[in-house]
């Protein structure tokens, strides 16, 4: 098997300072939930990222990695960092401590390797809105809720869907006059653990509950409906074009919270499906919508508004498909969130630059289907790729337009804060690389509950009874998942 050889590695740490050493094994016996099973099940830190392109074409990569050597966490307005068992109060504010802990890495360019190959790895919640913009803060929010959390992993694995492959990838912190063949055989210690625990037998989770699903949701549907008309008040008085409200739901649920991943990438695989764990809070997602990517200073969002439930038969999955892309309320939403991407990235990015490639495209998922548009640009001198997450987040097919005004009227109508919902999942890698989606989709997994919620985009004609339910609508596949996990898939 392929592995980087002790010269190659003393090549690269004379131009980088965090140096992958990799080894590739043939992966014909093995798949991402099965290794995660192997090597993860037991870690209180670990992630599981997957993609489904299209939500119909499994991607070429997917990433594992468990016992981050770093923590990054964020509550309150204070920024925490946990490392080697010894935890610090960051003096700079959370988005800056983690550019400077990213840029503290560099990662070389290695032909043949994936975007990945070890970084931070986590989530924004959507109340972290309030760093960036203080007028959209919660009054009411809940303290001891984090409003970020990311994990920094110097080992990954990496499964490569075309070429059956694993590549084990183990990287070196080259400082100083550090001894370069002790850090390359420490890598290579790494890759032999990693590859003795890959061939460990696999067991499966034991399901512990037989209990129905009894989800409970923070609105009944006539109060949801009268804040439906509340915002078309707003949207009347010229305060605001658009709001997404959004209802949660939630229920006790005694099943081990990757099972609950492999039942919702079963019942409606997306382009962005994770399993992140971060202590006793695991985060479930299968999110259609990218927030942003930034590759090199290449930055692209993928704004999605206009939704129908999939038909039952091809005939009705069709005239679903056409009546949503001649719905005008559909497509004057779509047009205004397209904008708002434009806006979000013209902030940071070389003036004229930004452009439309594809517009209103039709994405069909398990159980929905969505109108899809491609905004992309080159960033400006100056800014990077953690200003582009900032000027994109939330994204405004979560909120609204124009955003700040409607993120504080969600704050008026909504009954809590969001907490993970509508914020951002994803990845930095340790080459200035960026890879986030928007937190929809998803399921947050904590204390023995499980949490989802999902919203609708309301306008002057909306109707409440049916933006009710599309809300019921998006929510559908995750209460799916959480029905079959119940019953042990």
């Not at 989802?452 to 019921?472: C, K, L, M, Y």
């Amino acid at each position: 098997m392929k592995q980087t050889t002790f010269e190659e590695f003393v090549d690269l740490a004379k131009r980088a300072t965090f140096v992958p050493v990799v080894k590739e094994v043939v992966a014909d016996l093995l798949t991402p939930v099965s290794a995660f099973l192997k090597i993860a099940e037991h870690s209180d830190y670990a992630f599981l990222l997957e993609s489904v392109e299209g939500g119909e074409h499994v991607g070429r990569y997917s990433f594992l990695g468990k016992d981050p050597f770093l923590i990054l966490r964020g509550r309150q307005g204070e920024t925490v960092i946990e490392r080697a068992g010894v935890t610090t109060l960051a003096e700079k504010p959370f988005i800056d401590t983690l550019r400077e802990l990213m840029n503290s890495f560099q990662s070389p360019f290695v032909p043949g390797l994936p975007r990945f190959t070890g970084g931070a790895v986590g989530y924004l919640g959507y109340d972290a809105a309030g760093w960036f913009e203080p007028t959209v803060a919660r009054p009411d929010r809940d303290t001891a809720v984090e409003d970020a959390g990311f994990m920094l992993f110097d080992t990954v694995l990496a499964f490569d869907h075309v070429q059956h492959r694993i590549l084990l990838i183990a990287n070196a912190r080259i400082s100083g006059d550090d001894d370069l063949r002790s850090l390359y055989q420490f890598a290579c210690a790494k890759i032999e653990f990693l590859e003795r625990e890959l061939e460990r037998a696999l067991s499966l989770p034991k399901i512990t509950s037989h209990e129905t699903l009894a989800l409970e949701s923070n609105f009944t549907q006539p109060a949801f409906e009268a804040i439906v008309r509340e915002a078309k008040e707003h949207i009347a008085a010229g305060d605001i074009y658009q709001v997404v409200l959004s209802q949660r739901f939630s229920a006790e649920l005694g099943v081990d919270p990757f099972t609950v991943y492999r039942a919702l990438r079963h019942v409606n695989p997306s382009p962005y499906m994770f399993f992140v764990r971060m202590n006793q809070r695991s985060i479930v997602g299968s999110s259609p919508e990218m927030l942003v990517r930034v590759e090199g200073r290449h930055a692209v969002t993928h704004p999605i508004a206009g939704t129908r439930p999939r038909g039952r038969t091809d005939e009705e999955d069709q005239r679903l498909a056409d009546e949503l892309k001649r719905n005008e309320k559909e497509r004057a939403e779509h047009v205004m969130l397209v904008d708002l991407g434009r806006n979000d990235l013209g902030r940071v990015c070389e003036f004229g630059s930004v452009r439309v490639p594809t517009f209103m495209s039709l994405e069909r998922y398990s159980h929905v289907m969505h109108l899809v548009s491609v905004v992309d640009g080159q960033l400006a001198e100056g800014q990077d790729r953690l200003d582009a997450l900032v000027a994109c987040f939330p994204a405004g097919t979560v909120s609204g337009a124009p955003k700040v005004r409607a993120m504080q009227i969600i704050n008026d109508l909504e009954t809590s804060q969001r907490g993970i919902y509508a914020g951002a999942i994803g990845y930095l890698d340790f080459a200035g690389n960026l890879d986030f989606c928007i937190a929809i989709r998803t399921i947050v997994l904590e204390g023995g509950r499980a949490s989802i919620q999902a919203g609708a985009g309301i306008v002057a004609d909306s109707n409440p009874t049916a933006e009710f339910e599309e809300t019921r609508d998006k929510a559908r596949a995750m209460v799916k998942a959480l029905e079959l996990a119940l019953a042990g898939l």
